[in-house]
Each structure stands twice: as C-alpha cells, then as structure tokens.
C-alpha cells in the first residue's frame, strides 16, 4: 500500500513539473514601499516565464534626495539593474539586489516559505482569491493567492502556493505587491528567463554572505554620517547615506 502511494506522490511531482514548464507568459506587478522616513515609491515590475523557470526584473529605477531633519539623507541606485531568477526543477534562486549604490549577485533557494493556508476568500479584480500567511526572515506577510491560474510563483522570492499570488503585503503594510496585468500567451524569446547578460562574469555570494556586506555597509555609513564637511565659503555640513529599507531584517 505505501508503496502505491510513493508511485503516486512522485507522479504528481512529475505532472506538477511538467505543467509547469509549459507555462510560458508575462506576469506584471507594481510594488509600493511606504516608509516614515521616505515618500511612498512605487516600482513596476515584470515576470517572465517559461521552461519552469521565471525572472522578475523592475520596468524602471530612480534616484530620489530626501531632507529629513535638517540633515539630507540619500538614496543612490545606479548601475545595473536588480533581478530575481528563479529555477523550479533544481529550487534555485538566483538574484542581483542592491548593497548601497552597486548590486550584488546572491544565490538562495526556493524552499523559504512555510505556508499556512486560511479558509478566508476574497475577490480580487477577476480572481477568486485565498488568504495564506507566512513568516519570512524576520516580518509576517499576508498572501492573496488565485487557483484560477495554474502558476505557482508570485513576487521577488515569494511562491511555493498552489496558485498564483495576486496581493501580497507585510502587516506592517510597509510593502505591498499588487497584481497589474498577465497575459499567458505572450510571445518572447526563452532567453529572457535567464542570467542576465551583465551578470556573467559576476561572482555570486550566499544569502549569508550577503547578510554579513549589508552590517559593514551599514556601519560604515554610521561612520560617515560623523564626518563633518567644510564648505569654501565657511559653512559646515554632515549627512548620512540611508540604504533603502529591506523586506528581509538583518
């Protein structure tokens, strides 16, 4: 009788795997940061899929200066752009995110979340939707997620629910994810879900690693907030380099 029922918990992986890889489309997010110390931000984000694989990057970036309390704080983001790459058939991740003004290639996996699925429902847009919450590296988050949409993926790292996730946000209602647009029968060359080209040549570090750049960054800009400039003309000046806030607390 076990035996039986190992057949058919391997068949069901191997029909969920190959499902998923013949998914091909586009997925559109907005994401929306309201942080005290910064204006609301919104970015808008764009999900490839294709070969059980998927890649999120941003549709743009800005820079944005700030005066709080006298004192300017900054936010510099230049250079390469940010990506999430995610590999379902080996549960790998693979993504660029920002460490002050440069990125930083990190490797992860997919296996992060612990799902709990409520029997609360909702209408989103079009979608039938299901509540699910998680606790993910230090915040609680709430996910609205859709059956009617045979994709297991969401979001920057978020997936791993029996559908697609449409609303996502922290309870703190820092961040939040939204659903804009998807269209699974867009046409798009397959080697767009990919490393990006930039990134070849880059060295990528663990999620670890990356934790342990983040503390120096930070300090050493505590460090360079206690520098205090002297213009030309007299004037004296001091400011501190803020890296924008995290969905992951270090």
């Known amino acids: 009788m076990r035996s039986w029922y190992k057949i058919l918990l391997i068949a069901l992986v191997v029909y969920n795997v190959q499902a998923n890889a013949q998914i091909k489309g586009i997925i559109n997010y907005k994401f929306t940061i309201s942080d005290k110390e910064f204006p609301s931000n919104s970015v808008n984000y764009i999900v490839y899929l294709s070969n059980n694989k998927s890649i999120e990057i941003a549709t743009a970036s800005a820079i944005k200066t700030q005066d709080i309390d006298e004192r300017t704080r900054t936010v510099v983001i230049k250079g390469k752009e940010g990506f999430v790459f995610k590999d379902f058939k080996i549960k790998k991740m693979i993504l660029a995110d920002y460490l002050g003004i440069r990125t930083q290639l990190i490797t992860d996996t997919l296996q992060n979340f612990k799902w709990t699925i ?79 080209y930039e990134y070849t040549k880059d060295k990528a570090i663990s999620h670890n690693q990356f934790i342990k750049r983040y503390h120096r960054a930070v300090l050493n800009n505590k460090k360079m907030a206690n520098v205090v400039e002297t213009g030309n003309d007299g004037s004296v000046s001091s400011g501190e380099i803020v890296l924008p806030i995290k969905m992951e607390k270090f």
């Open 118 to 196: 409520t029997r609360e429902k909702r209408k989103i847009s079009k979608f039938n939707c299901i509540k699910a919450t998680t606790k993910f590296r230090g915040r609680n988050y709430i996910a609205w997620f859709t059956e009617d949409v045979p994709v297991q993926n969401g979001p920057w790292k978020f997936c791993g629910l029996p559908g697609l996730i449409v609303n996502l946000n922290d309870n703190e209602l820092i961040f939040n994810y939204e659903l804009t647009g998807i269209n699974l029968k867009a046409k798009f060359n397959d080697n767009i879900v990919s490393i990006p």
